[in-house]
């Protein structure tokens, strides 16, 4: 079955410090997405990445997809205390389902 | 656009009652919408795929006698926990797929968390 591990699991950091979150796959991904769930809050949609190597970017965030299409990064630059909650990349099964990685939960330090 | 509606946001009842949880899309039409439930500090795991006008498919292990679920409109489905147990507090969360669309992105109601004494 589907397999899907983030690393790490929980991250504490100093704002203004960098973040980066790791998504792998143990079998090649038609595509990756990445959501953000905020304590006490609901998933988030934040991107979509397809294209093998694709590399995206938000503002603060920056997305990339692996050139084998298993596995894939959410890296936050000098985080911010409104960065807290828990980032969930999800991958497609079937013809809509996500099945959701084990999500890494990302603390900021004022 | 693409909000989703869910309620009741919270819920707490007592063993052995049933809990109706509604999910709608406000702004689209979802053919197809989702019912995951987190417990604390974990993934969503999804329980059930629900179709407009079809039975639900349920996931390995979720049984469909004990969520009910109904996907009577495009814009409506809703999870029915029959005879909760304390065992089935957990936080309810579903999502929602704008029909037609080519994007498999799914936009989540707020979650429902059922408390069950």
Redesign the interface.
């Known amino acids: 079955g589907q397999q899907v591990m983030q690393i790490p699991q929980y991250q504490h950091v100093q704002e203004g410090e960098d973040f980066t979150t790791y998504c792998n796959s143990s079998t090649t991904l038609s595509?990756i997405?990445w959501y953000k769930q905020r304590p006490g809050?609901?998933?988030?949609?934040l991107i979509?990445l397809v294209k093998s190597g694709e590399v995206k970017k938000q503002k603060r965030l920056t997305f990339q997809f692996g050139e084998a299409k298993k596995n894939s990064s959410l890296h936050i630059t000098a985080t911010q205390t409104t960065d807290v909650g828990t980032y969930?990349c999800a991958v497609?099964t079937g013809a809509?389902?996500?099945?959701?990685?084990?999500?890494t939960?990302l603390t900021v330090i004022p | 656009g693409a909000v989703v509606s869910q309620h009741p946001s919270r819920v707490i009842c007592k063993s052995g009652t049933s809990v109706k949880i509604e999910c709608r899309s406000l702004d689209f039409q979802a053919t197809t919408m989702f019912w995951y439930r987190q417990f604390p500090k974990q993934s969503l795991m999804l329980m059930a795929t629900s179709n407009e006008g079809s039975k639900a498919t349920y996931e390995q292990g979720v049984e469909k006698d004990k969520f009910l679920i109904n996907h009577a409109s495009l814009t409506l489905s809703t999870l029915t926990v029959t005879s909760a147990h304390p065992e089935d507090s957990s936080f309810y969360i579903c999502s929602a797929i704008v029909a037609a669309s080519a994007k498999n992105i799914q936009y989540f109601g707020a979650g429902t968390r059922l408390s069950v004494l």
């Open positions: 595509n997405q809050g609901h998933p988030v949609f979509q969930f497609q809509n389902n996500l099945f959701f990685g084990t999500g939960r």
